[in-house]
């Protein structure tokens, strides 16, 4: 409350009358400042200066009296006051000074050492003057004191409003200080950003348009800066820019309004949104610009403001552009391969998955591209193909667990490896299929991906097989003889080397049977050699139904016949040499209808002994035959190599 010099006593009157109708009431007078106040004071501290001679006890009984509460120090001279507003154990909300005329003398000290601390001057009543010269100096507090001591009433009231109005304008100077730093620190941080920004207020006006945004759109700060034309940066015409949108209350309604399909909530930033678009007009050939928008919110959380920031990605995008075309390219080469292929990428997804790979596999690419089941093509569950062993960097023991006996590193390629194996659910019959898996390495060498190849090995197989079954054959027939199915002589002379040196070595016993049919000549000469090619075919068939797997048979030539028996003596080769003659003996040959024919054998048995060849061995078989031959024929000799 003020109450100026012009004031008069009927004035001071109103006003203290005013005070006691407050005080008539059936209240406190605590309870009066609430109502006038709305809240009950906390502890006042009070700092009093009076004359040297002054009496304060009327003063502090008054303020006591208003049960006001408060704590009050006295000081009676400016050194006094100086000390106590200069000390830390001190803490005042207000001074009051009790004007002597010594203060007037004073009065502009008094107010620079009160340092902003609120001032209530008591005047005594016919010392207007004394109030006129404190206003001049700033200080508009103030109370004439009455002879009756109405104004003790009206002080504490005063106090309260005094300190009030200082709060708020400490408080509203506080905030404004706040909000020149704030705007100094928005200002360093988007001044001295790299990246393009701009600030717009409330009012959609342009705060802040750093250097970077100016390079970058070719408008200059003091062109923006209080317009709201921020558009005409981006647009031909007249409309909110991302930053405006911030401001609005139907945010994403309008977001998606202005920016259909291009925008999106920052998942890292919460209430942030950024957007990519194309702006022909900038450059040469126009700009993709990155662009993000936040709004800015003062401390009670409400918007006061949007900064907009701008990146140009338009080097990004023509890099995408070159790579998706090049995976384009890769997918002709790929599809329009006649080998079959498929590509997966660093995750293991099929990407590719040619025609060729369908015919081979019977698998759609639709089926399989995007998925991880390139397995499903080659194996009834799940395991990885050559192509995952590859992504995941396989050495030859990784893959060798897969493809075990089936694969080999590539001998062009370091880093492939190639295998061959049969799928039976490939096609009617099963197909054996060659296939390698090769890295897809990026400009740094690093894996992104691996390609895999497939070619149908099947006639390719058919053919090795059938090779492989003729050259049995012709083996076969060089070395067996056309008339009795059983070995020729040229193979005799290879296996009884062998068979001679494995006797040799090991020392183990080993025999052979030399046979020669008797009266052969005879049956020749008068059945035909017809009738004489069934006799030895039928001493083949006996030889072979004696023989143990071990052993082998030759025809020597003509009607002489070699029996190898390994891992035998002489006497078990008697009796192979008897139960053989005698199976002979009993065959029933019928060179004519009405004739019956028994032809009979002559054998020859020997046994290797140390120092023996093949000549040697075969020697002594043939000269038993031939003793076996003067002992009347159809009989078995041993000619042992110490009595020969």
């Known amino acids: 409350m003020q109450l100026k010099s012009t004031f008069t006593d009927e004035v001071f009157s109103l006003v203290l ?3 006691q109708v407050f005080l008539s009431l059936d209240l406190t007078r605590i309870g009066a400042f609430m109502l006038l ?12 200066l009076l004359g040297q001679d002054a009496d304060s006890a009327p003063l502090i009984r008054g303020m006591q009296d208003s049960d006001l509460p408060c704590t009050i120090h006295e000081c009676r001279d400016l050194m006094q006051l100086d000390h106590v507003l200069s000390s830390k154990d001190f803490s005042i909300d207000v001074l009051v000074i009790d004007l002597a005329e010594s203060h007037l003398k004073y009065a502009r000290q008094l107010i620079q050492i009160s340092q902003n601390l609120p001032i209530v001057m008591l005047a005594p009543a016919g010392r207007e003057a004394w109030i006129k010269q404190a206003v ?8 004439i004191k009455d002879a009756e001591g109405g104004f003790l ?5 005063v106090l309260l409003r005094v300190i009030n109005q200082s709060r708020e304008q400490h408080a509203r100077t506080s905030a404004e200080l706040n909000m020149i730093e704030h705007r100094l620190s928005l200002s360093q941080i988007v001044e001295g950003s790299p990246v393009a920004s701009f600030v717009i207020d409330c009012n ?12 970058f759109t070719g408008k200059k700060a003091f062109e923006m800066i209080g317009t709201s034309n921020q558009w005409q940066a981006f647009y031909s015409e007249p409309r909110p820019v991302l930053a405006d949108l911030m401001l609005e209350d139907a945010l994403e309604q309008k977001v998606k309004a202005f920016y259909p399909g291009k925008v999106s909530v920052s998942s890292n930033n919460k209430g942030v949104f950024e957007a990519e678009d194309f702006f022909a007009h900038m450059g040469e050939n126009g700009r993709w610009i990155y662009f993000t928008a936040t709004p800015i919110r003062d ?17 990004r995008h023509a890099v995408e552009a070159a790579l998706q075309a090049s995976e384009a390219f890769l997918a002709q080469i790929v599809d329009g391969s006649s080998v079959a292929t498929f590509v997966i990428d660093r995750d293991h997804t099929v990407t590719h998955w040619n025609r060729a790979c369908e015919a081979l596999t019977g698998l759609a690419a639709s089926d399989v591209i995007g998925t991880h089941e390139q397995w499903r093509a080659f194996y009834p569950s799940e395991r990885p193909v050559m192509a995952d062993l590859i992504m995941n960097g396989a050495m030859a023991d990784d893959v060798d667990q897969f493809y075990h006996g089936k694969f080999r590193p590539s001998r062009l390629i370091e880093g492939v ?9 490939f096609g009617t019959e099963g197909k054996w299929v060659f296939f390698t898996a090769a890295p897809l390495r990026d400009l740094d060498g690093k894996v992104v991906g691996a390609i895999e190849t497939l070619q149908d090995m099947n006639e390719r197989r058919l053919a090795e097989e059938a090779l492989k079954a003729s050259e ?24 009884i080397e062998k068979e001679i040196e494995r006797a040799r070595r090991y020392g183990r016993p080993l025999s052979l049977l030399l046979m020669d049919i008797d009266n052969f000549k005879k049956v020749n000469d008068q059945y035909g050699h017809l009738e004489g090619d069934k006799v030895l075919q039928s001493l083949a068939m006996v030889i072979r139904g004696c023989l143990r797997e071990m052993d082998s048979a030759y025809r020597y030539g003509g009607e002489e016949f070699i029996v190898v028996l390994p891992e035998t003596r002489s006497d078990d080769a008697i009796n192979v040499a008897e139960r053989l003659r005698q199976r002979f003996e009993d065959q029933i040959q019928r060179p004519a209808p009405s004739l019956v024919l028994h032809c009979t054998v002559s054998i020859g048995v020997s046994q290797f002994v140390v120092g023996d060849d093949a000549k040697s061995l075969v020697k002594r078989a043939d000269d038993g035959t031939y003793q076996a031959k003067h002992q009347g024929k159809n009989c078995v000799v041993l000619l042992d190599a110490l009595k020969d």
């Open 17 to 19: 009358g005013f005070i």
């Open 136 to 143: 001049q100096l700033k200080n508009e507090h103030f109370l």
């Open 299 to 315: 401390d009670c959380g409400k918007v006061v403001g949007a900064m907009e920031t701008l990146q140009d990605v338009t080097r």
């Open 472 to 495: 049995a054959r012709y083996r076969d027939l060089s070395i067996t003889d056309g008339m009795t199915g059983l070995f020729n002589s040229r193979h005799f002379y290879e296996s």
């Open 37 to 48: 106040y709305g809240e009950s004071p906390s502890q006042i501290r009070i700092l009093l």
């Open 204 to 215: 959609h006006q342009v705060t802040h348009w750093n250097q970077a945004c100016e390079v």
């Open 417 to 425: 490896f190639e295998a061959e194996d049969f799928f039976a659910h």
């Open 153 to 157: 009433a009206l002080l504490p009231i």
